[in-house]
């Protein structure tokens, strides 16, 4: 199992990660049900970040483990693909950067344009995540999972090669280990008092091992591709997870706390969806969902400039228009505006912009290669 075609039923399921990190979102400022079941698993909505890890070390190791893009092809690819769209969401955002630089000493005003320069240093290379103290300011907050994917990205060329060497025993055994080191974080937060939610939450080195188990999954697919059981991977073991969330949710902290049952349910998931059969795979690749699940990367960088500007006017919202008031209505208009500014951020900004530097890119390069060759001649 390893090529270059969509899998359309993991594109719809990017969307599906991206909706629950929504109303996750939504629901935590301003619930959008009190019913405790319901608002449990909506509460615990950031456990669809280990779906978004998993999933997307599942399709880079199916993209990329019988390519012969060379590391430099594989970097601009994965630039073209996250930074044009990640950097227009932190432009946006820049009121929100969390900094009052209204200071009467010079040397207060000094101190917070350092500060300032540090965030933004940190975010034009994609580090932020790295720095825990950085996840209230800015966009920080919903910009660390890019920070991690990038981490992700840059160790993935020298891993794979590796990993598809392996027997299927010991990637088995791989990803058992991905899995313990997986749940030691929220496990560890639990027992133990000690930092603060965004080192084991959000950290990159903490979330490496979702991105890695994706990895496994589909390895394992690949050397045993023979997935039946679709109905009980695609349907029952997500009801599991969400039947856990409605009545166990809040015992496990910092949403990582959910992996030791989340991450093998999402690894499950994947081998049933990745096989193409199954009516909750035939529904993900419905033109629908593959068509959201295009603009999920928009819709998910995007959320964050919604709340930002929630939160800043909501009050204001609500008393010009009362019925803004309830969740219910606030988290289905936010959505509708979300879902066109999503579409408008990929047909105008994500994809024109991959294809800008891709060309770019192939242009320079077979430049230099005919370059080279008349050097050599």
Known sequence: MAGNGEILSLTGLRFIAALYVFLFHIQIRWPIT?????????DQGATGMSVFF?????????????ANNSLKDYLVNRFARIYPVYIVVAITTLPWLGINFCADKTEDLIFKMAQASLLVMSNIFVIQAWFPQFFSYWNDGGSWSISVEV?????????????????????????VLCWVFAILPGLSFKLFSGPSFAVFYAMPIFRFPEFLLGVCVFLFLRKAPD?????????????????????FGPVMPIYVGHNWLSLPAVGLMLSALAGGKGPVS????????????KISYCFYSFQIVMILMLISHHDKLVAALPVFANGKVLAASAFMILVVLSAVGYYLIEEPARCWIRHKYKKRKLKLKKTTATEAA
């Open 34 to 42: 009190n019913i405790p079941f319901l608002k449990n698993i909506l």
């Open 54 to 66: 998993m999933l997307s070390g599942f399709l880079l190791a199916y993209r990329y483990v019988n």
């Open 151 to 175: 981490f992700c990205y840059l160790l993935l060329p020298f891993i794979l090669p590796r990993l598809a060497l392996l027997s299927l025993k010991n990637v088995f055994l791989v990803a």
């Open 227 to 247: 997935v039946r059981c679709y109905f009980i991977f695609s349907i029952i073991v997500p009801l599991i997870v969400l039947i856990y969330l409605g009545y």
């Open 282 to 293: 035939a529904l993900l690749a419905t033109t629908t969902f593959v068509w959201l699940g």
